[in-house]
């Protein structure tokens, strides 16, 4: 059991002693968010006396004098309305680095309820090429599956390509009657690309080039064989560049299991739903209107105009007949449930979608009340990111930035940084060097933020060998495996009695021990970003600690004390970097 594990315990005993009735699973301990105070906190018992209209300084001191922790505590005091603030003794902490350092799970445990997550991510459209925006769902989605999957939980990742659509027809046009050969050859995704918008241009200026459009796709839908290959080739050769890409970034998927893969159950959705009375036709379309079950707040069925709240349906099914978007995530859903099962389903995509996945949420638990507390389904939402002037970040002229030219650019300028820095080093190693950090420092400025918040894309800030970023973090990793390096010791040869004393080495073991804690919040709320802002502390506790405790030129216990605390900040500096999809080298 983890030290914060074992208070809570005896914290949970101390309660049912005073209290024998009360609930005790919601009873925590929690680290203290000011040091000053203590090291873990309780603020249960504030909660607890409430509900009981007892007086909760009161409660807090009966629970007190049942608490017996001074095997791990220099003293608990009773602060504020009714905290109990603990203090680790030196021994504790010293104590609780033995098993992580002797190669057991790193200040972290397994979920004691193991749970099966579909996380659905990425999820780019066949036929564009992949753009600054899809670092985002794929950065954030990559970072929460590896987190579920360390933390014991069966996760499930699947890629839902957009690989069915109303774009097809267009494309068909464009394959079947502008086709430059060559350029497919050449840049195959830039050749469809610009084949959508040449008829998409023409589409516009003329009703017929429409007309044919749609009859395109009618066929493709019909089965069409010309067409089906067409559209096969247009996957295949979207599936390389993205491939490529997740090649790139280190992202893997079990599934990809496109919007296609659904069309032949999309009739069945609509009709269900119509037969459950779910879903009514409206002026030859099929939606699903508002139930009346929610405060019209929180209801995503309606909207307010003019001050009145009115009608805002989700569409299933279009006057000519087709199935969309929402239907294709109807159909995936019911999928998921009936094959893998989950505890939780959970889409990273764009806060845009906001409305989409509530009324999707909202359609399924009509479609599926018993399920509701079996399946959590969860919208990860995530904001824009925005160019230097605030705006969305654009190129020059305009365009939409691409994600293969962002990563290409944040590794060239990594090699000139790491050229100035370390001129010394082969060619071929600085083109790594730089691959590793390039990549690591455009994930980490996207994960490091607040999800919903936009950011700014910056070169400067995020290559930036200071400050919150990736780069920062992979030096302070690369310098600690120095100091192994320069003092001949291996990790085999570390101490297993060991010493703190300093302030400093006191304070960066307390740090290590929230690692798990952390990684538990991350998973609960969908924050890589606590992740990030729990590193860049380790790595300002290490710094302060190596300021003020010479590691190499002390001597004996205190020395290998030292290397102790050296030895677990760069395994837990690794370790949760590549929680967020980031390398680390041995040397920069
Ligand atoms: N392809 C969609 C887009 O680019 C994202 C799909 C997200 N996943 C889902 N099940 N709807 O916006």
Redesign the pocket.
């Known amino acids: 059991m983890r030290l914060h594990q074992e208070l809570e315990a005896r914290l949970r005993s101390a309660v049912a002693a005073v209290l024998p009735d009360a609930p005790l699973a919601g009873v925590a301990v929690r680290p203290c968010p000011d040091t000053r105070f203590g090291d873990y906190q309780t603020n249960s018992l504030m909660a607890l006396a409430k509900e009981r209209k007892m007086n909760p300084r009161q409660l807090a001191t009966d629970v007190l004098a049942k608490l017996e922790v001074a095997e791990w505590c220099e003293g608990v005091e009773i602060a504020g309305a009714g905290f109990l603030n603990f203090r680790l003794k030196p021994s504790a902490i010293c104590h609780a680095l033995l098993d992580p350092l002797r190669g057991g799970p790193l200040f972290f445990s397994l979920a004691a309820v193991p749970r099966t997550v579909v996380v ?2 990425s ?3 066949v036929a564009k090429p992949m753009h600054i925006g899809h670092i985002r ?1 794929t950065a954030l989605g990559d970072a929460l599956s590896r987190v579920f999957r360390l933390l014991g939980h069966r996760v499930i990742t699947d890629n ?3 690989d069915w659509g109303t774009q097809f027809g267009l494309l068909l046009i464009g394959w079947k009657s502008h086709l430059d050969s060559a350029a497919l050859e050449r840049d195959p995704i830039g050749e469809m690309e610009r084949l959508y918008k040449k008829v998409n241009a023409d589409s516009e200026a003329d009703p017929q080039v429409r007309e044919n459009a749609r009859q395109e796709l009618v066929k493709l839908q019909a089965g069409d064989p010309e067409n089906l290959a067409i559209w096969r080739r247009m996957i295949e050769l979207s599936q390389v560049q993205f491939d490529t890409i997740y090649h790139r970034l280190g992202v893997t998927f079990d599934h990809t299991l496109g ?1 296609s893969f659904y069309n032949p159950r999309l009739k069945a959705v609509v009709q269900e739903l119509t037969e459950k009375g779910i879903a009514q036709e409206s002026r030859g379309a099929i939606c699903v209107f508002s139930d009346g079950a929610l405060p019209p707040k929180e209801d995503p069925f309606l909207i307010q105009k003019d001050g009145e709240w009115q009608p805002n349906p989700a569409l299933i099914q279009k006057g000519d007949g087709a199935a969309n ?1 929402a239907t ?2 109807l159909a ?1 859903l019911a999928y998921r449930w009936e094959v893998w099962k989950p505890d939780e389903v959970i ?1 990273v ?2 806060g845009r ?1 906001q409305l ?2 509530r009324q999707l949420f909202a359609i399924w638990r009509r479609w599926h009340p018993g399920l509701a507390d079996r399946m959590r389904v969860a919208h990860v939402w995530f904001g824009s990111i925005l160019g230097e002037d605030g705006k969305p970040f654009k190129t020059r002229s305009g365009e939409t930035v691409k994600l293969g030219e962002v990563l290409t650019e944040a590794e060239s300028r990594a090699f000139e940084v790491v050229t100035q820095k370390s001129p010394e080093i082969s060619e071929a190693e600085r083109r790594e060097v730089a691959r590793v950090v390039g990549t690591g420092a455009v994930k980490y400025a996207d994960l490091s933020p607040n999800r919903q918040s936009d950011y700014v894309f910056s070169w400067e800030k995020m290559l930036s060998l200071q400050g919150n970023t990736a780069p920062y973090l992979q030096y302070a990793f690369a310098r600690i495996r120095s100091i192994f390096r320069k003092s001949g010791v291996g990790i085999h040869s570390l101490p297993a009695t060991f010493t703190l004393t300093h302030a400093d080495e006191l304070s960066l073991a307390k740090h290590l021990l929230t690692f798990g804690i952390t990684l538990e919040a991350v998973a609960a709320e969908y924050r890589p970003n606590y992740l990030c802002s729990y590193l860049y502390e380790l790595a300002g506790h290490f710094a302060r600690f190596y300021e003020s405790c010479p590691v190499l030129k002390s001597e004996g216990v205190e020395r290998e004390s030292r290397l102790v605390l050296c030895e677990l900040t760069s395994r837990v500096l690794k370790q949760g970097l590549s929680l967020l999809g980031i390398e680390v080298l041995e040397q920069m």
């Open positions: 659905d991510f999820s780019p459209n769902s839902h390509i957009g919007e978007y294709t995530d995936t889409y995509t764009d979608q989409h996945f």
